[in-house]
């Protein structure tokens, strides 16, 4: 059941970037001024960085990830058929877990525009600046050999790949980053619950650089990262972006579920890569050797040659640069 409070947020989204008045919204709903006033206080201390401007009412300054609006374009049967949008959360993905813990929904889709415990991979933080990026986790149930989930990573960056090219045509920097001219654009971050033969759950998280400027960077950052806004000289809408991408995503998982073929993810990611038939470092925690990157197999390695090998080897997993 939507509360006044969700009513009240939808009416303020959609409005965006328009303000609209505290009395439309009373009319529309056929609650008082107050009622308004109470849901408006209670949705500003969760974290909604809502504005308001005399009589013309209340506005959002940035485009707002918003439940309603990503909905309405999903045409999903099971991805985000649960679906929860927050202003600020730990981590998606923690969060996701501990859901999954208790009672995994396969499908479910949490999202958040802050996080303040964000993780990356290999230990590593991530940047979640406020109203201007998404955080986006997926937890799924899939009846796969646990040796087999690192090829979510790779269906999640092919859907990625599909959903953005109508507003920027981007790579995938195997195995689980999204670039844009050599800079990350998105990163993933697949976990799972599993015993060795059966997987509980997985969650996928998805960090995207939507509305970033250059200065939400750090200096060390500044270089290395960017954002759709950076990219396009204006801010994109959320909503858009991440109704397009749950649809891709759930139309190549299925596919990949019911049949067992990889083909067509992974014809996605070879043709997008950024890394194929380009010289990279392969970084172990033993050392950094340089190879050349063949094609990713059938399997979803990253087949290289190193420097000064007559044989290539697969890649399963691991971290490179360009
Ligand atoms: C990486 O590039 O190291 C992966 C970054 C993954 C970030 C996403 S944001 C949503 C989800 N929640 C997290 O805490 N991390 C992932």
Not at 10 to 31: H, M, R, V, W
Not at 162 to 176: H, R
Not at 253 to 263: D, N, P, V
Not at 303 to 317: C, M, Q, R, Y
Request: aromatic content about 6%; proline content about 4%.
């Amino acid at each position: 059941m939507t509360t006044t409070k969700e009513k009240v947020l939808a009416f303020i989204q959609e409005a965006y970037p328009e303000p609209i008045s505290g009395q439309l919204i009373c009319d529309k709903l056929t609650i008082s001024r107050t009622a308004v006033w109470k849901a408006i206080q209670s949705l500003k201390e969760e974290g909604y960085d809502i504005h308001s401007q005399g009589k013309s009412g209340y506005y959002f300054t940035q485009p707002p990830v918003s439940k309603v609006a990503i909905s309405a374009q999903l045409n999903t049967k099971f991805i985000g058929k649960h679906l929860t949008v927050l202003p600020t959360i730990s981590s998606t993905n923690t969060v996701a877990k501990q859901l999954a813990d208790v009672t995994p929904i396969d499908g479910n889709v949490l999202i958040a525009e802050e996080q303040i415990g964000a993780r990356g991979r290999l230990g590593r933080t991530w940047n979640s600046t406020k109203g201007k990026s998404v955080a986006l986790s997926i937890t799924l149930t899939p009846s796969i050999s646990p040796t087999n989930a690192s090829l979510i990573t790779q269906i999640v960056a092919a859907a990625f790949v599909l959903a953005s090219e109508p507003i920027l045509p981007v790579k995938i920097k195997w195995p689980n980053d999204i670039v844009v001219n050599g800079q990350k654009l998105c990163g993933i971050l697949t976990e799972m619950s599993a015993e060795l033969t059966e997987i509980h759950y997985v969650v996928v998280g998805i960090g995207i650089n939507t509305n970033l400027d250059i200065t939400d960077f750090s200096d060390e950052l500044q270089k290395k990262a960017t954002s759709f806004a950076l990219q396009l000289g204006q801010k994109i809408d959320p909503n858009q972006l991440i109704s397009a991408f749950l649809n891709q995503f759930e139309h190549l998982y299925q596919e990949f579920i019911e049949t067992g073929s990889t083909e067509k993810f992974l014809t996605i990611c070879r043709e997008h890569s950024a890394v194929i038939g380009k010289d990279i470092h392969v970084i172990s925690s033993k050392e950094t050797r340089q190879a050349q990157a063949i094609t990713i197999d059938n399997a979803g390695q990253l087949i290289v040659k190193f420097n000064g090998d007559t044989e290539s080897t697969p890649l399963l997993a691991g971290e490179i640069s360009i």
